[in-house]
């Protein structure tokens, strides 16, 4: 068996790399899958505080790395999901503690037992982003809907294309249907005419990904009250799996109210 | 080592060359990125000069005679080191090479700040005779791309912004242009600058420069750049 290795980048910071890492992690492990999530962001580790594994740490990647401890003892198994594990980053050390020849060999190592490894890279193009996409098979680029991530996007995917990492996969994130369809925020087909690569997820805003965030819970395991990211989350998985999961119509509901506003804001 | 292949940064400026090369790794690295790096571009970077940017790598006389040495088997001459450790810089001038660009035309970065070439400068000279040979990419330059070439360009494909192509000729964009263009870079005040879809950052011809009018544009149809009377404008190709 032979592991997949997927890393989700994006170039910027702030557009949800960790959230989107931590609940398509889960999301695969409630597939049934054995997934580790790697945090690659050395330094500024919070990959396991979304997780919430945070007070469960001893052991760290640059520990591995450095012969510390051997590499089952860094991985922690997931509180909910018995075959999600996660490699948290240390918070002391910085990027240079990690070379991108070593990121090769742990997953190696990990592809022999787990079915996906799912890195989670630090934002910038500089070390810590080598470092997550030098052992990645397939790469996953999260950008928002707004002018400054697609740039930055786009910078990421010509990186992968010159690094032969293929153009990625894109998941547009945080994305409101409203304010869209008011014309204040980039649509779909806005991001995707820039980048031009294939569209693997579109996560609306959702404030159940914060509330669950903060609790250590990743809304894709927690989405009780039919939260759509969760749902958006739990496709993504599916599309990674290689099933073909129509995109859930984000277009916001025209009641009697919205059309009223409309007509009034038109004229 | 391929993992910092593209930490060689190449650009044009006023002098020739500007190849900016990782801080880190060891030096045997460096040498073997350069060789890796121009061999490949040879045909178009050959016989320029070069000002070499190390950041702050740490080299002695003797690390920078290799280099020297690795750009005259790759024809190229160094004549310039941009260095941040003193002690490199030390040496550079004991080799009598320069350290840095002359006039400050560079910002913090190494970025160059105007492109435009003055009036009367070897530059000139250059500019009388027609730019030869065209370089053609089949493509989309996505954002952080910086081609220079002397001659012409043709993209196949499109121009992101955040990319820049800077050429002595003729630039055409088969494809939607929204990125930075600058033709007849060396004073060539006849070049031209078509795309399918014209909606760049900004454009720039010889010494003049061009930025798209704030309303959004919704016209797709192909458009010519030029110099009319002094001034960019944009025509409707429509012949």
């Known amino acids: 068996m032979s592991g997949k290795v997927v890393t989700v980048t994006s170039g910027k910071g702030g557009v949800g790399k960790t959230t989107v890492t931590a609940n398509i992690a889960t999301a695969l492990a409630m597939l049934g899958k054995k997934v580790v999530a790697i945090d690659a962001d050395i330094g500024l580790r919070n990959l396991d505080v979304v997780m919430g594994l945070e007070n469960r740490i001893v052991y ?9 401890c051997r590499l089952r003892q860094a991985m922690i198994k997931d509180k909910r999901q018995p075959d999600l594990y996660l490699i948290p980053a240390a918070q002391t050390r ?5 070379s991108p020849s070593d990121m090769i060999l742990v997953c190696d190592e990990l592809r022999q037992e787990m079915d996906y490894i799912i890195i989670d890279s630090p934002a910038g193009i500089e070390r810590g982003f080598r470092n997550a996409i030098a052992p990645a098979d397939h790469v996953l680029i999260v950008t928002n809907p707004e002018v400054s991530a697609v740039r930055d996007a786009d910078r ?3 990186l992968l294309e010159s690094e032969e990492k293929g153009p990625g996969r894109l998941i547009i994130n945080r994305l409101k249907p409203e304010m869209v369809a008011r014309g204040d925020m980039l649509s779909i087909d806005d991001v995707l005419d820039i980048l031009a690569v294939e569209l693997i997820g579109v996560i609306p ?37 290689g099933q073909t999961v129509p995109f859930v119509d984000l277009t916001p509901k025209t009641g009697l109210l919205n059309r009223l506003n409309n007509w009034f804001s038109k004229s | 080592m391929e993992q910092v292949a593209s930490q060689i940064g190449i650009k044009g400026i006023r002098e020739g060359l500007l190849i900016s090369v990782p801080d880190r790794g060891s030096f045997a690295d460096l040498v073997a990125l350069l060789n890796v790096e121009l061999a490949q571009k040879q045909a178009f970077l050959q016989g320029s000069q070069v000002a070499l940017q190390v950041g702050y790598r740490k080299l002695d006389k003797e690390y920078l005679r290799q280099l020297q040495a690795v750009f ?36 913090l970065n190494g ?34 791309r910086s081609i220079f070439h002397e001659g012409h360009v043709v993209v196949i494909g499109d ?23 600058h033709a007849g870079a060396l004073g060539d005040e006849t070049a031209v600058i078509c795309a399918l879809e014209l909606n760049p950052t900004q454009l720039r011809i010889a010494d003049q420069i061009a930025i798209s009018p704030d309303e959004k544009r919704g016209r797709t149809i192909p458009e010519q750049v030029a110099i009319r009377n002094g001034q960019i404008v944009a025509e409707m190709w429509q012949k």
């Open chain 1, 60 to 68: 760290d990647l640059v520990d591995v790395i450095e012969g510390r």
């Open chain 1, 205 to 241: 805003e959702d404030e159940s990904i914060l509330i669950s965030s903060n609790r250590g819970t990743p809304v894709a395991m927690s989405g009780l009250n039919g939260s759509s990211a969760s749902q958006a989350f739990r496709n993504v998985a599916q599309r990674i799996e």
């Open chain 2, 72 to 107: 005259e088997q790759n024809q190229l001459e160094l004549w310039a080191v941009l260095a941040e450790d003193p002690s490199a810089r030390e040496a550079a001038r004991e080799l009598a090479l320069a350290t840095r660009l002359s006039g400050s035309q560079t910002d």
């Open chain 2, 111 to 144: 970025n160059f700040l105007s492109q435009m070439p003055e009036p009367g400068t070897a530059n000139t000279v250059a500019s009388a005779q027609p730019a030869q040979g065209g370089l053609i990419l089949k493509e989309t330059l996505r954002s952080g």
């Open chain 1, 156 to 158: 990421i995917i010509g």
């Open chain 1, 94 to 98: 910085d990027k240079m503690a990690v």
């Open chain 2, 159 to 181: 121009v992101n912004p955040g990319a820049e192509i800077v050429a002595s000729g003729d630039v055409i964009v088969w494809g939607r242009l929204r990125g930075l263009v």
